[in-house]
């Protein structure tokens, strides 16, 4: 699986995107295929209160951002998830022909403190590696190691696997004036590059320095064209806005043998309006060979027609001369809060960027970031979910729900037809499925078949009659067992006239199993029917089973069971790794169940050699790595399994319900294995989300 690295800033100003460009860059030149991918779009911060549209924003890739509103939107009505799997979906279409992708984090700033909290969950939904990116300012190597050992403990510490290392940025900075654009005059620093490299975070073997970049001026100056564009400055004189740059600003209200010695390159010169003297001189010195960056007046007062004729020369040499209609005190104010943000069209200053931090960066971890990521490439819950609604909508499967007249049932078939997850079709009294969806605020989409079981009931009798005529079944019988509306949607399930049976919102799991395992049969080649639940951990997606169906599963039993969950997991996406459990690993512990799980494994193992599995294992040693280097250091999945198979209902019911309640996490499912056509059994607890991927995952198992 390609490797994707999320950068993440430790504070504000670190220079993400420019970190971001060079870190591009030095993938491409050393022959990587990298790509650049954005989440989020955040709107340009160099924005006044204006209505002018706001400046585009750096892209180097074209990727489907969601814009940062929508966002704050979508969080603000408790719908994080969505917005996770559309970020998961975007990744996958766009990422899936590179080597490296680098995902650019979220900038917090003072309207987005909670921007931190974003980036983890997008961190985790990509199963993305971290590095850290963070910037000295004016700490001391104490604080600033501090400052990064808290930001990565949001993502497991600098200990963990996934956090790879930090790239300083704007070692040496100067200090700045309120808001950083511009260095203060004169300014000078010299920290040495060695009290930064030896600083403790980095003696830990999984957390290193990947990169060391100098502060430079030239990769924050702007054009002239971007502060006049920002001010929405009034052009008195274009000049070369296009090419000269800023790079520090006076503010000029003194006498002319008093500010001579602010007339430098590059300099932005702000005075009122009003002082000629000032703007001659500024001009004088412009034509005696300084190339003073441009002049800004405020006050919105413009020189008149003969200061103007006596500035000609400089005007037609290129100096800009820009006006604003505020005092210069105003003027300050907007000017501290520039960010000097890399606008989309200024080439020159992006191909520099991504050299100079390139040319800065760990060249031997540049070189082997194409070996195996240090994570297990983990299918993370929002991508999981991704996943199932992507399949089923390829699918296209018509699933009947006989509880239809259920208030979350009949949200759960809206939003699956509306979003194209699958077709679907109620059962229940039409008049009071309508009403209930009137009052209930319901958007029932066109597709949506709603079906009364009265009028199409008798036409299932003879065929039921005919199908269990070897159990003496009567009409009479099978009319009123076809009154119960899980019994006529599995009848019109075995006839082929729907693709898949979700109920249980309301019945019991008997009241939804039982006519399926009298009517529908297992399939080919499968001696039981199992279950599975998938537990949709912070990280990743746990396949268990059985947890459900058989109470007192034997050792070829177990083994089926195995081999159906591994499967199961194989089809949605999930590598398998099954671990056999026990309450013994290897061969600590004896006695009957020990023993039935052993034979289990060994047995699942000769049916299916090309699966991992492998058992008796503790649940923690199949779990954590550190306890299974203690307890199975040989066992291929010991530490990293995903599919757990418990040695009986008790077991497994009982766990899958302690850690679902106790994590208070997501759990999908039970979904029935080894049947010849899908039915799947729902909580009576579940919610409409939980419905929806129910009749998502039944969608995918109809599938041929």
């Known amino acids: 699986m390609p490797r994707r690295i999320m950068l993440i800033p430790v504070g504000f100003g670190v220079g993400l995107t420019s970190v971001a460009l060079g870190l591009v860059h030095a993938c491409r030149r050393s022959g990587i295929d990298a790509g650049y991918f954005k989440p989020i779009s955040q709107a340009s911060r160099n924005v006044l209160q204006t209505e002018r549209a706001p400046a585009?924003?750096?892209?180097?890739?074209?990727?489907?951002?969601?814009?940062?509103?929508?966002?704050?939107?979508?969080?603000?009505?408790?719908?994080?998830?969505?917005?996770?799997?559309?970020?998961?979906?975007?990744?996958?279409?766009?990422?899936?022909?590179?080597?490296?992708?680098?995902?650019?984090?979220?900038?917090?700033?003072?309207?987005?403190?909670?921007?931190?909290?974003?980036?983890?969950?997008?961190?985790?939904?990509?199963?993305?590696?971290?590095?850290?990116?963070?910037s000295p300012d004016n700490d001391k190597p104490e604080a600033f190691e501090d400052r990064v050992e808290?930001?990565?403990?949001?993502?497991?510490?600098?200990?963990?696997?996934?956090?790879?290392?930090?790239?300083?940025?704007?070692?040496?900075?100067?200090?700045?004036?309120?808001?950083?654009?511009?260095?203060?005059?004169?300014?000078d620093s010299t920290q040495s590059f060695e009290q930064w490299r030896s600083l403790s975070i980095f003696n830990n073997r999984n957390?290193?320095?990947?990169?060391?970049?100098?502060?430079?001026?030239?990769?924050?100056?702007?054009?002239?064209?971007d502060v006049a564009h920002y001010l929405g400055a009034e052009i008195i004189n274009d000049g070369d806005m296009d090419h000269r740059r800023i790079r520090s600003i006076s503010f000029c209200a003194r006498t002319v043998s008093n500010m001579v010695s602010h007339l430098q390159p590059s300099r932005l010169i702000v005075t009122p309006g009003d002082r000629s003297?000032?703007?001659?001189?500024?001009?004088?010195?412009?034509?005696?060979g300084t190339k003073v960056g441009a002049l800004l007046l405020t006050n919105g007062i413009k020189p008149n027609e003969q200061v103007l004729t006596l500035c000609n020369q400089a005007l037609e040499a290129g100096l800009p001369v820009l006006s604003v209609p505020w005092d210069t005190w105003q003027t300050s104010r907007h000017l501290m809060n520039f960010n000097p943000e890399i606008p989309a069209d200024d080439e020159q200053r992006i191909e520099k960027v991504q050299q100079y931090v390139a040319d800065n960066l760990n060249q031997d971890w540049i070189s082997h970031l194409t070996e195996t990521s240090g994570s297990n490439n983990l299918l993370s819950p929002p991508a999981f979910r991704h996943k199932l609604t992507e399949l089923a909508r390829q699918a296209n499967k018509l699933i009947v729900l006989p509880e239809g007249n259920e208030i979350r049932?009949?949200?759960?078939?809206?939003?699956?037809?509306?979003?194209?997850?699958?077709?679907?079709?109620?059962?229940?009294?039409?008049?009071?499925?309508?009403?209930?969806?009137?009052?209930?605020g319901i958007n029932l989409p066109e597709g949506l078949l709603i079906t009364d079981p009265a009028v199409i009931r008798d036409n299932y009798v003879a065929p039921m009659v005919e199908l269990r005529k070897h159990k003496g079944l009567t009409d009479v019988v099978a009319r009123e067992e076809l009154k119960d509306n899980n019994v006529l949607g599995t009848m019109m399930l075995q006839m082929g006239q729907v693709d898949g049976l979700v109920s249980g919102a309301v019945g019991t799991t008997a009241n939804t199993i039982r006519p399926a395992l009298q009517l529908i049969k297992t399939a080919e080649g499968s001696s039981l029917v199992s279950s599975i639940f998938f537990m949709l951990m912070p990280d990743q997606v746990l396949v268990y089973?059985?947890?459900?169906?058989?109470?007192?599963?034997?050792?070829?039993?177990?083994?089926?069971?195995?081999?159906?969950?591994?499967?199961?997991?194989?089809?949605?996406?999930?590598?398998?790794?099954?671990?056999?459990?026990?309450?013994?690993?290897?061969?600590?512990?004896?006695?009957?169940?020990?023993?039935?799980?052993?034979?289990?494994?060994?047995?699942?193992?000769?049916?299916?050699p090309d699966l991992i599995i492998d058992g008796p294992l503790q649940y923690d040693?199949?779990?954590?790595?550190?306890?299974?280097?203690?307890?199975?250091?040989?066992?291929?999945?010991?530490?990293?399994?995903?599919?757990?198979?418990?040695?009986?209902?008790?077991?497994?019911?009982?766990?899958?319900?302690?850690?679902?309640?106790?994590?208070?996490?997501?759990?999908?499912?039970p979904?029935?294995?080894?049947?010849?056509?899908?039915v799947n059994d729902l909580s009576r607890g579940a919610l409409v989300d939980d419905i929806v991927y129910t009749i998502a995952l039944t969608a995918i198992q109809a599938k041929p």
Request: proline share 5%; glycine share 6%.
């Open 671 to 678: 979904m029935l294995q080894g049947m010849r056509k899908p």
């Open 207 to 225: 957390f290193d320095m990947l990169g060391m970049i100098p502060w430079e001026i030239d990769l924050i100056a702007p054009r002239v064209r």
């Open 56 to 134: 585009a924003a750096i892209q180097l890739a074209d990727n489907e951002a969601i814009p940062l509103t929508y966002v704050e939107e979508k969080m603000g009505d408790g719908d994080q998830d969505i917005i996770l799997e559309q970020i998961v979906g975007n990744f996958n279409k766009y990422s899936s022909d590179h080597e490296v992708t680098i995902i650019e984090g979220l900038v917090p700033t003072q309207r987005q403190p909670y921007a931190g909290r974003i980036n983890a969950s997008v961190a985790s939904a990509l199963s993305a590696e971290i590095v850290l990116v963070a």
């Open 277 to 288: 003297d000032i703007i001659i001189a500024t001009c004088l010195s412009s034509l005696n």
């Open 150 to 187: 808290v930001s990565a403990e949001t993502y497991g510490g600098i200990k963990s696997k996934k956090v790879l290392g930090c790239i300083i940025n704007k070692i040496n900075a100067p200090d700045t004036d309120e808001h950083g654009l511009l260095p203060k005059e004169d300014e």
């Open 621 to 669: 040693a199949a779990i954590m790595e550190n306890v299974a280097l203690k307890k199975a250091p040989d066992s291929p999945v010991a530490g990293k399994a995903t599919v757990f198979v418990f040695p009986d209902l008790n077991t497994g019911n009982t766990t899958y319900k302690a850690v679902q309640r106790s994590a208070e996490l997501v759990s999908i499912g």
């Open 409 to 440: 049932t009949l949200k759960a078939a809206s939003i699956c037809v509306e979003r194209g997850i699958a077709r679907c079709q109620l059962l229940g009294d039409k008049e009071e499925i309508l009403r209930t969806a009137e009052q209930q």
């Open 545 to 608: 089973g059985d947890c459900a169906i058989n109470p007192e599963p034997n050792a070829q039993q177990l083994a089926d069971i195995a081999i159906q969950s591994a499967d199961s997991a194989l089809q949605f996406g999930i590598e398998p790794r099954v671990a056999m459990i026990s309450y013994s690993t290897g061969s600590s512990g004896t006695g009957e169940d020990v023993e039935k799980v052993k034979q289990a494994t060994d047995i699942a193992k000769q049916k299916r």
